[in-house]
């Protein structure tokens, strides 16, 4: 097992051929490493934990196992892209949780943010425990823990956080990401063949929409977020933006202002834009879009989405503001 510590003679991965060197050589310790045995992978269709899939599905094909848990705090089509990628392309071992309920029901009428992020983690370990459960001989357990992860929070990484497992099922971890930065990460992602828009992912936090549709989640405030996002990001991309701003999303605030549609008042949600640019998150500047491009994004968000009447765009740098809303 490799030791948590970056050695100081190892290569940036920079380049494709770099990149499949590093591969070859994970292949061959993933199979050394896990033999004939069974490993337990929660897939969430993001960077990292894509990446890892996609390495261990090349090292031992049907001896992963990957569960992907749908909590319906994913964006538009992401659950859809993971069956997509890793069942249909890859034809990967995939086990798809449909827990939306669930994870609604135990979040109904809990408005502060961090109760709302403690139920989303522990719910998420609850379901992914109830599925390894029904599995027999499971081994080992792959994670996307990547370097900054063991640089920030020795070793524990919080969004990805399946180490909350009850003691009887301990399992030896697999991480074989765990002394890349990101941006290696991407490199390896593309030339393991995974699609740009999985790869060049911009970061989206764990809890999901769940912390952009503000206070108590309801599934229609939840659709206006999930919707407005994917107008959001189909508007950027057509405009030169995506990949270029470093963060953009939608929130939906919990309450309503009056507007007026077809002669008739309307009482229904706003909608808030941010995009920001940052290079560790610490702070933040907000991207400079174009006035003519956020008032078309208004446009189809207020036609487009039920219950929506109002587009706000947030000029806040981080500080005073943080990123995210909660
Ligand atoms: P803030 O809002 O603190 O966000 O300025 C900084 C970065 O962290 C992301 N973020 C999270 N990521 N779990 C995560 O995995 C979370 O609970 C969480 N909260 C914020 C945020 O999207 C931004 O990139």
Same mark, same amino acid.
């Given at each position: ?10 290569? +940036? ?18 199979? /050394? ?81 961090? #109760?709302? +992020? ?7 370990? +609850? ?5 390894? +459960? ?31 497992? $009850? ?17 290696? &990460? ?36 939840? /659709? ?13 991309? #057509? ?16 309450? #309503? ?13 706003? &909608? ?44 806040? $740098?981080? $500080? ?7």
């Amino acid at each position: 097992m490799q030791d948590n510590v970056r050695p100081e003679s190892m290569k +940036r991965i920079t380049t494709p051929e770099l990149a499949s060197a590093f591969i070859d050589e994970q292949v061959k310790e993933l199979r /050394e490493q896990i033999g004939d045995k069974k490993v337990l992978l929660a897939l969430s269709g993001g960077v990292d934990s894509s990446v890892v899939a996609a390495l261990l599905i090349k090292a031992v094909g049907q001896q992963l196992v990957c569960v992907h848990v749908n909590h319906g705090l994913l964006r538009k089509g992401e659950p859809e892209q993971v069956v997509e990628v890793f069942r249909n392309q890859m034809n990967a071992n995939l086990i798809y949780v449909d827990a939306v309920d669930r994870f609604l029901d135990k979040l109904a009428g809990v408005a502060e943010p961090e #109760k709302k +992020r403690k139920i989303i983690g522990a719910e998420f370990i +609850r379901v992914f425990e109830e599925e390894a +459960r029904k599995l027999d001989g499971i081994e080992f357990l792959a994670q996307g823990t990547i370097y900054p992860d063991i640089l920030e929070s020795d070793g524990v990484k919080a969004h990805h956080n399946v180490g909350g497992l $009850p003691e009887d099922l301990q399992f030896e971890l697999v991480e074989p990401v765990k002394l890349l930065f990101k941006d290696e &990460v991407r490199v390896v992602g593309k030339a393991l063949g995974l699609p740009d828009n999985m790869v060049f992912r911009q970061p989206f936090p764990g809890p999901g929409l769940g912390v952009r549709c503000l206070g108590a989640i309801t599934r229609d405030r939840l /659709e206006a977020v999930r919707e407005s996002d994917a107008i959001l990001r189909e508007e950027f991309a #057509k405009n030169g933006l995506e990949g270029k701003v470093w963060q953009y999303f939608t929130a939906v605030p919990d309450f #309503k202002s009056v507007g007026v549609k077809d002669g008739k008042r309307t009482f229904a949600y706003p &909608v808030i834009i941010r995009a920001v640019n940052t290079t560790d998150a610490m702070t933040a500047t907000v991207e400079d879009v174009p006035f003519t491009l956020l008032q078309h994004i208004t446009q189809r968000i207020t036609t487009e989405i039920d219950n929506v009447n109002r587009v706000l765009y947030d000029l806040t $740098p981080k $500080p005073c503001a943080t990123i995210e809303w909660e």
